[in-house]
């Protein structure tokens, strides 16, 4: 609970209604998707920019460290309150602040949920182009902070390649803002990069200026099936290698394969298959047959068992059913999934996929893998008891070995879900020492009192 007199002074700036500290509203606002839970001293909800950047000086002045939330979906406690700390919740700063159609941009609040920005911008015949799975309840200050992403990233980039400008508040209240509203910008350094992906450890963002594209006029889907895992990888290698780039690039291994048959998702599957390509393409009306069929090309090979497309929505919804179920069909292997995002060079994807085969039997814990493999980027969930103490001491090593596995085939820590609290032991594995020693120096520069989302994203 935060003393009262700091807690009459938030108070006084935004009225009660608008500073939680009853416990059973904290409880709220305790933890984020990471199996944790940290009770934050209070929870506040700033409406605009400038309380945004008076929170902040109340929070210096009382030496009170802040954790930014926006909707508490992410899964490596990026948004876990740090002990001690006060939740600054955007939830209330949901305004579009700007649409602009002819200059393909929309300007928005952090609190804007995701998928709004893509429906607003697909009734003027534009698309916000990130698409995380999350998006129907994310908002767009977590994805700006976590550079979030999704299948369409493998033809039009993150989250990142989608920002022109921000507005945000440093850790010592100072406001900034960075780039410009022009798909074109080479003043100054490009401080609208480095923000994207910060995790809200160097500043507080409170509005941003985003590109739209073009939304394309149609989409079909192909479902691919292999005889192996080794299959597919290989065909994911011959269709990134072509000219035509798919619009989304997805994988499900062995085990996702046997976790959707166990839990009866496998209808209209090949019974000798191992491995699942889903693949999309898009663009103009009359070019998607052709570009359909460029990478149906470059997906036959040895091991395919089957390949299916799907060009209207129902035949495109039957398609995706099988992944669909994936996520509910997996919680039946056991009760915790501890959640790695990896990403290697795309043509090492088969080599990472071998090697989790064999550090899964090695280390007896189930590993399911499944993602964008486009991007080279997996999600491997490794399965387990929480309650198992030797189990959860196999999971550790197991942990170990992916991440300097990866490391090893040129690949990163995380893809899109990004580090938060969860992830930070093996930062120091990825980035050298003169790299952190700079990422500090630039930490203190943006937060010189360490009061945005301490113990986040960088090791200690
Ligand atoms: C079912 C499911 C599917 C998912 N699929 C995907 C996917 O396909 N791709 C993907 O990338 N992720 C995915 N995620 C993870 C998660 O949704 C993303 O990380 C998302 O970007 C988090 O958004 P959020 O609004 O929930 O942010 P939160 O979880 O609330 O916060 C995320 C981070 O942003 C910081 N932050 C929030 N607001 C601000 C601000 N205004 N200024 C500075 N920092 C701020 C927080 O401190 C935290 O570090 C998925 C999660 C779930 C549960």
Not at 170 to 181: H, K, M, N
Not at 211 to 227: G, M
Not at 300 to 313: K, M, N, R
Request: proline letters at 7%; hydrophobic letters at 40%.
């Amino acid at each position: 609970m935060l003393p009262p007199d700091i807690t009459a002074d938030f108070t006084a700036l935004l009225g009660a209604e608008r500073v939680l500290t009853a416990p059973e509203d904290l409880a709220l606002y305790a933890s984020d998707e990471t199996p944790k839970a940290v009770t934050p001293e209070a929870v506040v909800f700033p409406t605009r920019h400038e309380e945004v950047v008076e929170i902040v000086r109340l929070a210096n002045r009382h030496h009170l460290p802040l954790t930014p939330r926006a909707a508490g979906s992410g899964n490596v406690g990026g948004a876990l309150p740090t002990p001690g700390s006060m939740v600054v919740g955007f939830e209330c700063m949901r305004r579009v602040i700007e649409f602009d159609p002819d200059n393909r941009l929309i300007v928005v609040e952090p609190g804007v949920v995701t998928d709004e920005i893509d429906r607003l911008a697909h009734a003027h015949g534009l698309m916000y182009a990130p698409d995380p799975g999350s998006g129907a309840y994310c908002r767009i200050g977590g994805n700006l902070a976590m550079n979030a992403a999704g299948p369409r990233c493998v033809k039009y980039g993150a989250t990142r390649d989608h920002v022109l400008a921000l507005r945000a508040v440093l850790g010592d209240g100072r406001e900034i803002r960075t780039g410009a509203r022009t798909t074109k910008y080479a003043t100054g350094y490009d401080l609208t990069r480095l923000l994207v992906g910060s995790e809200g450890t160097l500043a507080l963002i409170t509005e941003a200026t985003l590109r739209l594209v073009p939304a394309p006029e149609r989409i079909a889907n192909l479902r691919v099936c292999y005889v192996s895992n080794r299959a597919a990888c290989a065909a994911v290698a011959r269709v990134m290698r072509q000219p035509v780039v798919p619009s989304a690039l997805e994988f499900m291994d062995r085990r996702s394969i046997e976790a959707i048959r166990e839990y009866g998702g496998a209808e209209g599957l090949p019974a000798a298959t191992q491995a699942v390509l889903m693949v999309a393409a898009d663009g103009d009306h009359d070019d998607v047959p052709r570009q359909i069929e460029r990478i149906a090309a470059a997906l036959e090979g040895e091991g395919l068992l089957e390949i299916q497309s799907g060009f209207t929505p129902e035949e495109m919804t039957r398609l995706w059913t099988a992944r669909k179920s994936l996520s509910h069909a997996v919680k039946k292997i056991a009760p915790l999934k501890i959640n790695e995002d990896v990403v290697v060079p795309v043509m090492r994807l088969g080599d990472l996929v071998e090697a989790i085969d064999r550090m899964g039997e090695r280390h007896r814990i189930p590993l399911v893998a499944f993602g964008h493999a486009g991007n080279g980027n997996l999600h491997v969930n490794l399965m387990v008891h929480p309650d198992d103490a030797e189990e959860m001491a196999r999971a550790r090593a197991c942990r170990r070995e992916l991440v300097e596995t990866v490391l090893r085939l040129g690949g990163s820590l995380s893809g899109e879900h990004g580090i938060g609290s969860e992830k930070r032991q093996f930062v120091g594995l990825e980035l050298d020492a003169p790299t952190l020693g700079l990422m500090r120096e630039l930490k203190r520069l943006f937060d010189p009192d360490g009061i945005l989302n301490p113990g986040k994203k960088l090791p200690d």
